[in-house]
């Protein structure tokens, strides 16, 4: 995955309404007004929402043009995912490091 | 080996990481702000660490580089505080994206059975420097796992 597509996904989930948007999706398709119906905000605001994260490809619409019920897409997220996993990697990595540093100096000390 | 815990939420500003280390609080305190060790572990694996300085003390200043084949790379920051064996607080800027700084609080606590839980938190200023710190993580991790699978092939032959 490209870095730009990934700033594009971690900007679409950079929002607290749109992460409540995508966990109500991985439960199944909604349409605008059913993901409206939690939030204390306007049909309108939570169009704008949905067209950020339609953009990041993180949810599709359907072709009804009444209804359009939204999906949620995946791919994008396992992007995001491998990318934060190969990150915890190397803090897991260097931490490791550290503790062989730690073991040696509790090692040397009860030897005096 | 011990899990390290690292906590990276979307859309927020921080990095946690959590870490139990089997020894004594100040042995871990110890081998976390001695320079002659930072060598050992604070870079990526794929990178030589060079200490350019390291003050430890409040008010004093450090400077780190990693270095590979390609060109080296420089990290800076001040100790705000330092008290032995709790807590480290200092600041991060990476010398090729000057003005974004991270703040850096490590805190050792003390545990019944002797050992000592490590949780290191950064907060970045936006939740852009926040990714960005993280994406440059993803190609260190990208090559770290190439270097492990070829230390993996050289066992094998």
């Given at each position: 995955m490209a870095e730009d597509e990934l700033s594009v996904t971690f900007a679409a989930l950079a929002d607290p309404t749109r992460r409540a948007i995508l966990a109500r999706l991985a439960g199944g398709e909604a349409t605008v007004n059913e993901l409206?119906?939690?939030?204390?905000?306007s049909l309108q605001a939570v169009s704008r929402h949905l067209k950020v994260l339609e953009r990041a490809g993180l949810i599709s619409r359907g072709r009804d043009a009444q209804w359009r019920p939204c999906r949620l897409e995946t791919a994008p997220l396992e992007g995001a995912?491998?990318?934060?996993?190969?990150?915890?990697?190397?803090?897991?990595?260097?931490?490791?490091?550290?503790?062989?540093?730690?073991?040696?100096?509790?090692?040397?000390?009860?030897?005096? | 080996m011990a899990h390290t815990e690292v906590i990276v939420e979307p859309g927020r500003q921080d990095i946690v990481l959590r870490r139990v280390f089997d020894a004594p609080r100040d042995v871990?305190?110890?081998?976390?702000?001695?320079?002659?060790?930072?060598?050992?572990?604070?870079?990526?694996?794929?990178?030589?660490?060079?200490?350019?300085?390291?003050?430890?003390?409040?008010g004093g200043s450090w400077r780190f580089l990693n270095r590979d084949a390609d060109g080296e790379y420089a990290f800076h920051g001040v100790f705000h505080d330092i008290?032995?064996?709790?807590?480290?607080?200092?600041?991060?800027?990476?010398?090729?994206?000057?003005?974004?700084?991270?703040?850096?609080?490590?805190?050792?606590?003390?545990?019944?059975?002797?050992?000592?839980?490590y949780i290191g938190t950064s907060v970045f200023q936006s939740v852009e420097d926040r990714d960005g710190m993280a994406a440059s993580g993803m190609e260190d991790g990208l090559q770290d796992s190439h270097a492990r699978f070829d230390e993996l092939l050289a066992k094998l032959r």
């Open positions: 409206a119906e939690p939030f204390e905000i995912s491998d990318w934060i996993e190969r990150y915890k990697a190397v803090q897991r990595d260097r931490f490791d490091r550290l503790d062989q540093e730690i073991q040696r100096i509790k090692r040397t000390r009860k030897e005096h | 871990v305190f110890k081998a976390f702000v001695d320079p002659s060790l930072t060598p050992q572990w604070w870079g990526p694996r794929q990178y030589e660490t060079i200490v350019d300085h390291a003050d430890v003390r409040q008290t032995a064996p709790e807590r480290v607080v200092q600041t991060f800027e990476f010398e090729g994206m000057p003005g974004h700084v991270a703040l850096e609080t490590a805190v050792f606590e003390e545990r019944p059975d002797g050992t000592t839980l």
